[in-house]
């Protein structure tokens, strides 16, 4: 990105939800044209207007997807055009007049339209500028970067064109795992800190050659130390005891690598995001009733726990393989299944977890007209091109329509 990409002295508005961004578009006033002539009007519009619509687009091209004729809508009221055939529209020869259902000829007051504000229309159909106006990025060029890396579908294809011209009813789809980055707050230095830990522990450890039975060993101890501190690393520990198992033993059956890799299947269910969708059972409790069938975990009665001569914190305890609960630690299971199957924390994610939307993000959340969001899969349709109707301009624009009036006197005389 160049210097001064978001200058605050020399104000510039970008398609992106940055914070100074927010700064300049809190500050943008009306050109001062007083001692301007017409031809420096129209080059200052030109140049502040062009510098958020489409700034990522050569002037040649622009030029040449430039349009003079600005597409509108003009409502009619139905029941009015079912009582007559709108001959009555001439009387007065465009003063506005109108008849009354009580025959009094009154004046009519409508909106105006913004026709000026259709001048950056053809900027719409552009793939990267949809998926910048659907929410999907926070910017047109973090856009253009998802759609160039190939994230980025058209009609179930990849499209690697950012310029891609959409149609009416084309579907675009991004990949959810971008969308959570680009619209996710970003890590801090302790989640950063933490992220390369894990990515270094991960590249020693393809790096050495794990032993047989001292490994399946300690990840026993893992289990029997991560069980009183904290419930769910129970079942991470369990899972990576069971990959190590895979990895290391030699002699098991066939049947006993499937139970193990089922197993493994169910856990990393329970601690994936979309847990709700996968899950055997659909409520909390028959999953965690699952779960301990499962893990062969059973929950210590009631009478263990108050005896006088026990320990006020109750610890859970292994009883051959069965690994026994109190009613508090099990609850804080239950408590720990419903956080990740809801949003959990993942240091490996590139975002900050659990998932918070980005800062100053309420400010830039808005869906056009022209196109319909489906956020839970991240895909949306183009509809169709955005029209200009009485009172409202359909292309979204932070300029007054002095502005793009005199833009489109510029480009109008330049064809």
Known sequence: MRNRFHGLKKIKLRQSWNKYNLYNLSRLRSPITNRQTFFQQKWTAKSTSRAYH??????????????????SVVPMNHEYLARTDGSEQALGRGSGLDIMPDGDRKSHGIARTP???????????????????????????????????????????????????????????????????ATGAPKDKKERRA????????????????????????????VEEAAPQDPKAILTSLLSQAKTILKTTDDLSGKKKQAIRAFSREVKRTLSRRTTDTTITDSLDAQLLELTSRLNISETPSTTISKPNS???????????????????????????????????????????????????????????????????????????PVARPGLGEVPTPFPAEVNGLTFNWYLRRR
């Open 54 to 71: 489409g700034e990522t687009i050569r002037e040649k091209h622009w030029q040449r997807m430039f349009r003079p004729i600005l597409r």
């Open 115 to 181: 026709y000026m504000n259709m001048v950056y229309a053809p900027t719409e159909r552009r793939l990267d500028t949809a998926i910048f106006r659907a929410l999907f990025a926070s910017s047109t060029r973090q856009a253009r970067q998802f759609v160039v890396h190939g994230y980025v579908k058209v009609n179930g294809k990849k499209m690697i064109y950012p310029g891609y011209q959409l149609n009416p009813g084309d579907m675009f789809q991004v990949e959810p795992e971008r969308v959570l980055f």
């Open 195 to 222: 992220g390369r830990k894990i990515r270094a522990r991960a590249k020693s450890s393809k790096d050495d050659v794990p032993e047989k039975k001292p490994e399946i060993q300690a990840a026993a101890e893992e």
């Open 311 to 385: 320990s006020p914190e109750a610890k859970p305890r292994i009883d051959g393989s069965t690994i026994v609960l109190p009613s508090d630690e099990r609850r804080m299971l239950r408590e720990a299944l419903a956080e990740a199957r809801e949003n959990p924390i993942d240091p490996t994610k590139p975002y900050a977890t659990p998932w918070r939307p980005r800062d100053y993000m309420s400010a830039f959340a808005f869906v056009p007209r022209y196109l319909e969001v489906h956020h839970k899969i991240c895909s949306a349709v183009y509809l169709r091109h």
